[in-house]
């Protein structure tokens, strides 16, 4: 027999239909000696369900509940502590005089502490802490993102980035530290407060630390326009030599820190338009990274680009045309998708892949059959039209009211390209409006019918 099966069934039971005053009431267990850790547990759940319903919680209240928690840190097991840092941060919200707990997420942040006790307790001590107070624990935040544990350095790095925007000159400060957790060096600054008294300690080289340190230092930089070419520069092979990269030629292992690197490109392009061929290069070099999200990030910023040619789309429309014959649809959606946007303006350009998209027609994923079929009649001659209308007829009862409104829109696009297939059109669209839907597709689909009457003759 499954006793923990039933437990969890029980747990999950006892969250429904909770009354707030019986769960306020229930809490002086936290006042109890021993502290009773599956108890409390699901009292602080029952807690946390509370609050996330919405159930308001006077301050007084809030405070006192707030101060009960904090007893429990004498308790050293591992699913209670997660549970009581997750509490104190939503009660620190509402509670007065939170800062008192600082003591106790500063012991948890001690060298001989578990991880998950140290990753957490950066969390909430960087929710709690007011911003006025931030310098006193500054030291504290600056070792843990150069700790060499990922787990510390990402709680370090993440929290800095909520925190940029209530302490903006203080987070600024750390630049230097992000700098070399972005590129896994290790910074000489005497004993690190986390990792003993080895001053050159080598940084965290996990991916998801580079990912989460690009973030904080594109925040930290975002208003240095030379400052964020650089950093797009640096990680690219142009700008090796930069001393703001510190001329290591630090490279990204993180395929998410690349897509990042991508979107900045594109803003650095958009606020100075003199930059564009410079940068136009490194995406036509990221269109051809090993990464396919990379790869289809930067094939699809370089199809949003304002003014762009069909010459220069012309990389990026074989990349997407490639990645319509992967085996994963996830890569399948996010091509078509974008070449789908690219039609509007030019069709031209999607065209070669026309025969691909064909094959996409039968896909079974209709998402991507939708978008396949909507492409096309873009791209299309007006000799298959009633061909991709009747397909198109064929799953529109399987597909969502989102996908829906983009058939509308696309088939209100190609009353004025092909008036001569006006009949076509008119019922098609008289059809779905039969068919359930919501509002906005059926919105969609009335204003098409208006738009076709207004100008085919």
């Given at each position: 027999?499954?006793?923990?099966?039933d437990?969890?069934?029980?747990?999950?039971?006892?969250?429904?239909?909770?009354?707030?005053?019986?769960?306020?009431?229930?809490?002086?267990?936290?006042?109890q000696?021993?502290?009773?850790?599956?108890?409390?547990?699901?009292?602080?759940?029952?807690?946390?369900?509370?609050?996330?319903?919405?159930?308001?919680?006077?301050?007084?209240?809030?405070t006192?509940?707030?101060?009960?928690?904090?007893?429990?840190?004498?308790?050293?097991?591992?699913?209670?502590?997660?549970?009581?840092?997750?509490?104190?941060?939503?009660?620190?919200?509402?509670?007065?005089?939170?800062?008192?707990?600082?003591?106790?997420?500063?012991?948890?942040?001690?060298?001989?502490?578990?991880?998950?006790?140290?990753?957490?307790?950066?969390?909430?001590?960087?929710?709690?802490?007011?911003?006025?107070?931030?310098?006193?624990i500054?030291?504290?935040?600056?070792?843990?993102?150069?700790?060499?544990?990922?787990?510390?350095?990402?709680?370090?790095?993440?929290?800095?980035?909520?925190?940029?925007?209530?302490a903006?000159?203080v987070?600024?400060?750390?630049?230097n530290?992000?700098n070399?957790?972005?590129?896994?060096k290790?910074?000489?600054?005497?004993?690190?407060?986390?990792?003993?008294?080895?001053?050159?300690?080598?940084?965290?080289?996990?991916?998801i630390?580079?990912?989460?340190?690009?973030?904080?230092?594109?925040?930290?930089?975002?208003?240095?326009?030379?400052?964020?070419?650089?950093?797009?520069?640096?990680?690219?092979?142009?700008?090796?030599?930069?001393?703001?990269?510190?001329?290591?030629?630090?490279?990204?292992?993180?395929?998410?820190?690349?897509?990042?690197?991508?979107?900045?490109?594109?803003?650095?392009?958009?606020?100075?338009?003199?930059?564009v061929?410079?940068?136009?290069?490194?995406?036509?070099?990221?269109?051809?990274?090993?990464?396919?999200?990379?790869s289809?990030?930067?094939?699809?910023?370089?199809?949003?680009?304002?003014?762009?040619?069909?010459?220069?789309?012309?990389?990026?429309?074989?990349?997407?045309?490639?990645?319509?014959?992967s085996?994963?649809?996830?890569?399948?959606?996010?091509?078509?998708?974008?070449?789908?946007t690219?039609?509007?303006?030019?069709?031209?350009?999607?065209?070669?892949?026309?025969?691909?998209?064909?094959?996409?027609?039968?896909?079974?994923?209709r998402?991507?059959?939708?978008?396949?079929?909507?492409?096309?009649?873009?791209?299309?001659?007006?000799?298959?039209?009633?061909?991709?209308?009747?397909?198109?007829?064929?799953?529109?009862?399987?597909?969502?009211?989102?996908?829906?409104?983009?058939?509308?829109?696309?088939?209100?696009?190609?009353?004025?390209?092909?008036?001569?297939?006006?009949?076509v059109?008119?019922?098609?669209?008289?059809?779905?409006?039969?068919?359930?839907?919501?509002?906005?597709?059926?919105?969609?689909?009335?204003?098409?019918?208006?738009?076709?009457?207004?100008?085919?003759?």
């Open positions: 027999m499954n006793f923990k099966k437990e969890d069934t029980d747990e999950l039971g006892a969250l429904m239909n909770l009354d707030h005053s019986a769960v306020l009431q229930e809490a002086r267990i936290f006042n000696t021993p502290i009773r850790p599956r108890h409390s547990r699901l009292l602080l759940a029952k807690i946390l369900f509370l609050l996330y319903r919405g159930d308001s919680m006077p301050t007084t209240e809030a006192n509940l707030f101060f009960s928690i904090t007893k429990l840190f004498q308790c050293k097991d591992m699913s209670l502590r997660q549970m009581v840092y997750l509490t104190i941060k939503e009660l620190s919200t509402i509670s007065e005089d939170v800062i008192m707990v600082t003591s106790s997420l500063m012991k948890d942040m001690q060298p001989k502490s578990e991880i998950t006790y140290r990753a957490n307790a950066i969390r909430a001590l960087c929710k709690i802490v007011d911003p006025s107070m931030l310098p006193g500054e030291r504290f935040i600056k070792s843990a993102i150069v700790e060499k544990t990922p787990a510390i350095a990402s709680a370090a790095l993440v929290s800095s980035l909520h925190l940029f925007g209530e903006k000159d987070v600024r400060r750390w630049a530290e992000v070399e957790a972005l590129n896994g290790a910074i000489s600054q005497g004993p690190s407060f986390f990792g003993g008294s080895n001053p050159n300690q080598a940084v965290s080289t996990s991916n630390v580079q990912y989460h340190a690009i973030g904080l230092l594109y925040a930290i930089r975002q208003h240095d326009r030379m400052a964020v070419l650089k950093l797009v520069q640096g990680f690219s092979g142009q700008n090796k030599s930069s001393s703001w990269m510190g001329g290591s030629g630090a490279t990204l292992r993180s395929n998410m820190a690349y897509v990042m690197l991508v979107r900045y490109a594109v803003r650095v392009m958009e606020n100075d338009p003199s930059l061929p410079q940068l136009h290069v490194l995406l036509e070099e990221w269109i051809r990274h090993r990464s396919d999200m990379v289809l990030e930067a094939a699809r910023a370089m199809c949003q680009l304002r003014d762009v040619t069909a010459k220069q789309l012309t990389g990026a429309v074989n990349a997407l045309q490639v990645f319509l014959s085996p994963r649809p996830t890569v399948r959606f996010a091509a078509i998708r974008t070449l789908n690219l039609a509007r303006t030019h069709p031209e350009a999607v065209q070669p892949c026309n025969v691909d998209m064909e094959g996409l027609i039968t896909d079974s994923n998402s991507v059959a939708t978008f396949a079929i909507t492409t096309l009649l873009k791209t299309g001659n007006e000799a298959s039209v009633d061909r991709l209308m009747k397909q198109m007829q064929g799953f529109m009862t399987e597909i969502s009211d989102e996908f829906k409104t983009i058939v509308a829109e696309a088939v209100r696009s190609l009353c004025r390209k092909f008036p001569g297939k006006h009949s059109f008119l019922a098609f669209l008289s059809g779905v409006l039969r068919d359930e839907g919501g509002y906005d597709f059926k919105r969609s689909a009335i204003e098409a019918i208006v738009d076709l009457a207004k100008h085919v003759p």
